[in-house]
């Protein structure tokens, strides 16, 4: 590119970004990253949670790829019981909301919050021992009771073994891989 393609290139970037709302509003989130960073990144990985579904909307398959139980662990591991309980269900409720799938049957879905939010009360709990292993198990029992009442109520049986048997496994390898950044940024 020519020197007048980069400063017309700078110009369209300066005239969008330099604005005084953006300005502001950066400033705003890096004094608040500053001073109140445990609040604003325990609600960046509820804000990942949430969206981390949003897939199932619009398409229907038996593999869950969510980040509520790496918020609810996270939190709950770093800020005590009533923290992981609170960002676990809050997490798992706005996924729900995003995708769709809370109106569907609500009964299910408050099911699923109870989950969430005792997930990251056990993550309070357990927080010296291997959380990995403990969130394995607690996903593996409430997945069984999660199928076992889908099945009852005319889900595809397919699709829940492939949930029954991946989940699991999902949320063992995103713990392994993510919460030690996610405790760390916390």
Do not use: W
């Not at 038996?62 to 996270?74: H, N, Q, V, Y």
């Not at 009442?149 to 829940?160: D, E, F, V, Y």
């Amino acid at each position: 590119m020519t020197d007048e393609a980069y400063l017309r290139v700078f110009e369209i970037l300066s005239s969008k970004l330099l604005r005084p709302t953006t300005v502001i509003a950066c400033g705003f989130m890096l004094v608040s990253l500053i001073f109140f960073r445990p609040l604003m990144m325990s609600l960046i990985l509820i804000a990942l949670g949430a969206i981390s579904i949003i897939y199932k909307r619009y398409v229907s398959i038996g593999i869950d790829l969510e980040l509520c139980s790496l918020c609810a662990i996270a939190i709950g591991s770093r800020y005590g019981v009533t923290a992981g309980a609170v960002s676990g269900g809050f997490s798992i409720l706005l996924a729900l909301l995003l995708n769709g799938h809370f109106m569907e049957n609500p009964f299910f879905a408050a099911i699923k919050m109870v989950t969430y939010a005792g997930l990251g009360a056990l993550a309070a709990i357990f927080a010296t021992s291997n959380l990995t292993f403990m969130a394995g198990v607690y996903t593996f029992v409430a997945d069984a009771i999660f199928v076992a009442i889908a099945m009852q109520s005319g889900g595809n049986a397919g699709k829940l073994i492939v949930f029954l048997v991946t989940h699991p496994l999902i949320v063992i390898y995103q713990l392994k891989l993510l919460l030690p950044l996610a405790r760390a940024l916390l």
